[in-house]
């Protein structure tokens, strides 16, 4: 709530330095389109889960980066663990789910301003399988419509987002739990068991817009990331990313970095970590890192020009 | 002169398709686009995959009538169209297929521009004409994917739509393609035509100029030879019986040219008995508004007409000339086979209902043009012993007033009709207490509950044939499967396709009861042992078919000791890796 009030403050802090910013560079610099430069890192949290790497995978944690004309669209799914114990890979559904959101926005079969509804769209697709898959995870897409500037985010559990302008975070998802360590999750149950599974409909996404600037950051991460780095950990991550001349490669060695780091606080046992002052506020009495996989999307908002500035 | 290459924009198309209305798995608006499987081979959601493959639905209770007259040449059971961008002439097409490939069997291209280049005339309207691009039989090619890019006959005109057809019958399963590439140059180069290119110029129908020359030279009368031999007998001398025996044998095309070189010949083959039956389905490039007005003086026998696929995109055919020659013809129709016409339309129906009081069998499936509640006026009809209404977005009180009235319904498909969940419950309530003659019912893709089930199975103790494939509403603990099969024992075709509630009980109940059975689908139930599958194998000792894909407990091993053990059964495992 807070940091509501500071992100807001800051808005309009920014909306002034903008406008002076943007009268300076109106002759040189009109509105063109923006685009995602984006870089993936992740680990899982078994080192030897299967011993083939499967793409866009980090253990149960799935995700996508996609283009097409309108939008720079990437997403994550963080797969339910507890399917291992009935001798389903957790893993399958959160990758088919991802796969599926890819190929939607890849062939344009995707409404930019509404990302919600190819989290629903890819869930039904799911089902028309002809291969019977089972199992759960969150959901979480962002989708940058590149003429508009604005970003547009669908959110179902508690994998989430964060939109950090000028050092500051300016937007984040708001996580959805049932209840402790069980976030809203899209499910496709086994029949004998329907009914039995908690199954969230795709309806209860909470989607949400803002306009994007460029040079805006834009962190997705599952809940193994947010778990054990807070966001001050995040942003001193983020700070020392701009030292590098390629674009592409700076994003892509910050999101190693932060993935990195969390996955090494996840193993520490003193470590408080958000994961266990969350547990501790409800009254388990919990200390250390938590161990899971972590998935790390970070992405640049730019425009075509600022790729070829040094 | 600018080589273009370039994928299929847009499917605009197509006749069938495996994957539901409003999907992208397995459906035809997958051969858009670039490749997503190849080279992989296997069955993917990103193919594009037809309804049907093999012989299997021939085979089945629902088997169509066959029309004679239909030229060996044509296998066609599929088509897809397809746009492309760019317009150009064709010097190569690149088609990607990922599973059971070696179904296409004619590749043809659309020339829209409106004028006749051969004749450099201009064409009535915008007609569109099309020109075949290769042709040849299926093939049964070894399983894996391939790049089929036959050779082209050259074309005089520009194109940006190609139809691909299909034959599936030597298919071991469904066929699977994965995207079309057009190859091309948008003018027309420096091509000469030497006529050896394998353009065969098709004698136009009206076209007689040269007629009158090679009349000339062919005696009929044999006035000069009656010197030879008085055995020597003119085709004039045989009885009337025999001479339409001979025409019978020759296509509706022959007929047609046959009919221009003697007044004798014009007699006979226009003689409206070798029009009782017309399948001009072979011949859709051809047939167009002029060609019924035509033939509308010689059908007034008429009894079995198939004109499905004619008409086309194109608007060669006006609902109006249709509901015409009904008027004029459907007095004593008994099949009207139409699917895939774009002319039909609410008009056309009505035509129908109002024109062909002896109508039994009825297929527009996949009419683009028809509303879901246009099918009510079929209501007149009280004679319906097959109708199809595959892919139609039926509206439900439309269908239950035709329902109502055919008593003596046998055959009903309603595939693909995306009737409501609420509502296709009281439509299967309807059949059961209407048609209770019922023989085969296709409702693929229908969400119906085990309650609409009962009420078919309770009422329709005649059923032989039942494809409830991907009706994801039924389950197994209601025991409406055990009830099927118990009320059902002539069923000799049960499809349970991604059924994926059906278990032990289902196939023991299988094993007991159904004893005729012919065919079955149980593909994607992970809830079957192998020892279960093998007891319906040994309990049925009809089954032809039968299919297990994507059953996780029944492995490839035990299906190959099945293949020796049961060899007059098919059985079908895919796979998708």
Not at chain 1, 67 to 73: H, I, L, P, S, Y
Not at chain 2, 179 to 186: K, R
Request: glycine content about 6%; overall charge negative; charged content about 25%.
């Amino acid at each position: 709530m807070a940091s509501g009030l500071l992100g807001r403050l800051a808005g309009i802090s920014r909306t002034f330095i903008a406008g002076l910013h943007t009268e300076l560079q109106f002759k040189t610099r009109p509105k063109e389109p923006l685009h995602l430069v984006t870089g993936s890192a992740g680990f899982s949290k078994t080192i030897s889960q299967s011993p083939s790497f499967k793409q866009w995978t980090f253990g149960d944690d799935a995700y996508f980066v996609a283009n097409n004309r309108t939008a720079d669209v990437i997403g994550v799914a963080d797969g339910v663990g507890g399917w291992r114990n009935y001798g389903i890979d957790p893993s399958a559904f959160p990758r088919s789910l991802m796969e599926t959101c890819e190929r939607m926005v890849r062939e344009g079969r995707f409404n930019a301003q509404a990302p919600a509804t190819v989290i629903a769209a890819s869930y039904y697709e799911l089902q028309q399988m002809k291969t019977p898959l089972i199992g759960s995870s969150t959901a979480c897409i962002v989708a940058l419509h590149k003429k508009e500037r604005r970003l547009y985010t669908a959110n179902l559990g508690d994998s989430g987002f964060l939109v950090i302008r000028d050092e500051q975070v300016v937007h984040r998802s708001q996580e959805q739990q049932h209840y402790f360590n069980t976030p809203f999750q899209l499910a496709v149950a086994p029949p004998s068991q329907a009914g039995l599974v908690l199954s969230d409909s795709p309806e209860m996404a909470e989607s949400s817009s803002f306009d994007v600037e460029e040079g805006d950051i834009i962190l997705l991460g599952t809940d193994g990331l947010f778990d054990n780095m807070n966001e001050d950990m995040i942003l001193d991550c983020l700070s020392k990313m701009k030292d590098h001349k390629d674009a592409e490669v700076n994003v892509q060695r910050t999101a190693h970095h932060i993935a990195e780091e969390a996955y090494e606080l996840s193993f520490d046992q003193d470590y408080l970590s958000p994961f266990a002052l969350s547990a501790q506020q409800r009254g388990i009495d919990l200390r250390g890192g938590k161990p899971d996989d972590i998935t790390v999307l970070l992405a640049r908002v730019s425009s075509c020009s600022s790729d070829l500035d040094v | 002169m600018q080589q273009f290459s370039q994928y299929a924009a847009d499917v605009s198309d197509f006749s069938s398709q495996y994957g539901s209305e409003t999907s992208i798995s397995y459906t035809a608006s997958n051969l858009a686009g670039k490749c997503n499987i190849y080279p992989a081979y296997g069955d993917f959601t990103q193919a594009c995959v037809f309804r049907t493959y093999g012989p299997w639905w021939k085979y089945a209770p629902s088997g169509k009538r066959k029309f004679k007259r239909t030229p060996p040449g044509f296998v066609s059971q599929d088509f897809i169209e397809l746009e492309f961008e760019y317009a150009v002439h064709p010097t190569k097409i690149e088609i990607w297929e990922t599973y059971n490939p070696g179904t296409i069997v004619r590749i043809l291209a659309c020339d829209s521009s409106g004028t006749d280049v051969d004749r450099g005339m201009t064409r009535e309207g915008k007609e569109g004409r099309w020109k075949v691009l290769w042709e040849g039989g299926p093939e049964k090619s070894p399983p894996e994917s391939r790049i089929f890019s036959p050779p082209l006959r050259h074309v005089p005109f520009c194109t940006r739509v190609l139809r691909l057809e299909f034959c599936h019958d030597l298919c071991e399963y469904y066929t699977e393609l994965d995207a079309v590439c057009l190859h091309g140059e948008d003018s027309q180069g420096n091509y000469i035509l030497s006529g050896l290119e394998g353009v065969i110029p098709r004698s136009r129908i009206d076209d007689i100029s040269n007629m009158e020359e090679k009349l000339d030279q062919l005696s009929l009368r044999e006035q000069e030879n009656t010197a030879v031999g008085d055995d020597a007998i003119s085709i004039e001398e045989l009885p009337e019986e025999v001479i339409q025996l001979i025409l019978s044998y020759l296509d509706i095309p022959s007929l047609c040219m046959a009919s221009v070189t003697s007044k004798f010949f014009y007699k006979h083959c226009y003689d409206s008995l070798q029009y009782t039956e017309l399948d001009l389905q072979p011949h859709w490039t051809e047939v167009n508004n002029f060609a019924l007005d035509s033939l509308l003086s010689r059908c007034h026998y008429l009894q079995h007409l198939n004109i499905s696929w004619c008409g086309g995109n194109q608007n060669c055919i006006s609902p109006t000339t249709f509901s015409r020659f009904l008027k004029e013809c459907g007095r004593d129709l008994q099949t009207l086979y139409m699917s895939s016409c774009k002319f039909v339309n609410g008009e056309v129906i009505i035509a129908v209902a109002e024109n062909c009081p002896k109508l039994k069998e009825l297929d527009v499936g996949s009419c683009q043009s028809l509303d879901g509640q246009s099918i009510s006026h079929l209501s007149k009809i009280q004679t319906l012993e097959r109708l199809n209404l595959y892919r139609l977005p039926v509206d439900k009180d439309s269908l239950i007033k035709v329902l109502r009235v055919c008593s003596n319904l046998k055959h009903l498909n309603l595939g693909a009709t995306r009737i409501q969940e609420s509502r296709i419950d009281t439509v299967m309530k309807v059949i059961g207490s209407s048609c209770r003659n019922l023989i085969s019912l296709d409702l693929w893709r229908c969400r119906l509950t085990d309650e609409g089930l009962g009420a078919i199975t309770e009422n329709c103790p005649h059923i032989e044939e039942l494809d409830l494939g991907w009706c994801s509403n039924l389950r197994s603990t209601t025991g409406c499967f055990l009830k099927l099969v118990k009320n059902c024992p002539n069923i000799k075709k049960l499809y349970l396709t991604a059924n994926r509630t059906i278990c032990k009980g289902d196939l023991e109940a299988i094993a007991k009861y159904s004893r005729k059975l012919e065919q079955l689908d149980i593909l994607g139930t992970s809830y079957v042992q192998a020892d279960d599958v093998h007891s319906v194998l040994t309990s049925c000792p009809k089954l032809i078919f039968l299919d297990v894909s994507f059953c996780g407990n029944v492995n490839e091993e035990t299906i190959e000791i099945w293949r020796t053990e049961f060899p007059r059964c098919s059985i079908k495992k895919s796979f998708q890796d």
